[in-house]
């Protein structure tokens, strides 16, 4: 899909879930088989014994009757049996039989999943489209309202804003400190609206892992009853189709860490259990890789890893044995480097990058802004002179250029060690001169004793 069609489609409002993800009434609407929830549904009473209908349709995420007409016929082909209820609650008691069990164990030896039942592929990718990112028009007023509290340079602020409209990747780059990983975490907040994540997704009955609650932030739904002591939830009457979870739009960041394998499904032969890959957890979403040419691949590789995606808006993996399978990639792509982006990729590859955005040392009128919002962030009270002190005697006569990082830095360092001196009343420059001392590296030769500068501590 071409860029000037996918802005044609309207972003989706948060409660138009069940319009795109209508929840299923029966077996066939689910789009799995009779004998995969069979399977879904003996492991879970393997795993947990003895369980009533409602907290059955809970932990498959299913409706009361998809369940019931499951439990009717594992108890008519001798799987399951009803248990008398326990103590005070009424409630009926589903539990396996021996041949119940000899079912589940042989489910489990082919995966080890249990859990809310999969979204079959093809309803997956529908509802990808359906809550597109590239269906959000980004202006420079929801900009300048999501930057309102932060000092970003007018003309920074309209290029980043631009390169969201163009559905193309977005390449970062400049000296560490200077705000590069801050500013575009910001952007999920421009990004807005939610969307849909499903707990798992279902390719050709193989379970792949999708809702990570460390990357998903959940919204909940106030429509969607929630109490576990409301009979009616086995109706599952509200909302959108509960194998999905709404969340706010993903940001994903990966650094360092970032190894190939992260980007292909994994599986976990302790658990016989597949995981989804990063860019996959990212859709509908951003995902930025940062510090790129510091991962242990090679960036060319890295970069290479992304030129079909970003040119078909497709991914493609496999799965199980042999199984391949293409899904829409629908993401925000940022690449974030501190190093020459010439000597990371060739020319070929910058031109499928829609836009460049260069972050430099800043002004002395934004370094002093963000030493004052810094100060008020912290409590912190400072003489006036001291941040002019700052830029002109340190960082000017040690020729260090004026960092986006560095006014949050050196006062909380002076923080530190004016509580340690029992020290009290505001931050001067004597304090700061201090602090400096702590945060910079000092080199010294044997040639002289004015020292080269480098940064201390990494941002």
């Known amino acids: 899909m071409d860029t000037l069609a996918r802005k044609a489609l309207p972003a989706i409002a948060a409660g138009a879930g069940s319009q795109v993800a209508a929840r299923p009434a029966t077996i066939s609407e689910t789009g799995l088989s009779h004998t995969f929830l069979d399977e879904l549904l003996v492991k879970h009473l393997h795993a947990s014994g003895a369980l009533t209908l409602r907290h059955l349709t809970e932990r498959l995420a299913l409706s009361g009757s998809i369940v019931e007409a499951l439990l009717g016929f594992l108890r008519r082909d001798g799987r399951a049996e009803v248990h008398p209820a326990r103590g005070s609650d009424p409630s009926i008691l589903y539990a396996l039989t021996d041949k119940g069990r000899a079912m589940a164990l042989e489910a489990l030896a082919r995966s080890g999943y249990v859990g809310p039942a999969p979204v079959p592929l093809e309803q997956y990718a529908a509802v990808i489209r359906a809550h597109t990112v590239h269906g959000l028009v980004t202006t420079r007023q929801s900009m300048q309202a999501a930057f309102a509290d932060v000092v970003l340079r007018e003309s920074l602020l309209d290029q980043i804003g631009a390169a969201l409209n163009s559905g193309r990747a977005i390449f970062i780059y400049g000296p560490p400190g200077t705000g590069k990983t801050y500013i575009t ?275």
């Open 185 to 459: 975490r910001r952007l999920a907040r421009v990004l807005g609206s939610t969307t849909l994540v499903p707990y798992a997704v279902s390719v050709n009955e193989n379970v792949m892992q999708v809702y990570d609650p460390i990357l998903h932030r959940r919204v909940e739904n106030s429509r969607q009853p929630s109490s576990a002591a409301n009979s009616s939830n086995v109706l599952l009457e509200y909302g959108h189709d509960p194998r999905f979870v709404q969340c706010v739009r993903p940001f994903v960041m990966a650094g360092g860490e970032l190894t190939m394998d992260m980007l292909g499904v994994r599986y976990d032969r302790a658990s016989r259990t597949y995981e989804a890959p990063l860019q996959f957890k990212a859709n509908n979403g951003l995902l930025m890789i940062d510090d790129l040419g510091r991962q242990r691949v090679e960036a060319v590789d890295l970069l290479n890893r992304w030129i079909v995606p970003m040119e078909e808006q497709q991914d493609y993996l496999s799965i199980g044995s042999g199984v391949h399978f293409s899904v829409p990639f629908d993401l925000v792509l940022v690449f974030s480097t501190n190093m020459d982006p010439r000597a990371l990729a060739d020319e070929a590859f910058m031109r499928r990058i829609g836009y460049k955005i260069a972050f430099d040392a800043l002004r002395p009128d934004e370094y002093a802004a963000i030493w004052q919002q810094t100060c008020v962030a912290l409590g912190l009270e400072c003489e006036q002179r001291t941040v002019e002190f700052a830029m002109t005697e340190l960082h000017a006569g040690m020729q260090v250029p004026l960092l986006a990082c560095h006014p949050r830095d050196l006062l909380c360092i002076a923080r530190d060690q004016m509580a340690y001196l029992n020290e009290s009343g505001l931050i001067g420059p004597a304090s700061i001169s201090r602090a400096w001392q702590s945060y910079f590296v000092h080199l010294k030769s044997s040639a002289k004793t004015s020292a080269d500068v480098e940064r201390g501590s990494s941002t």
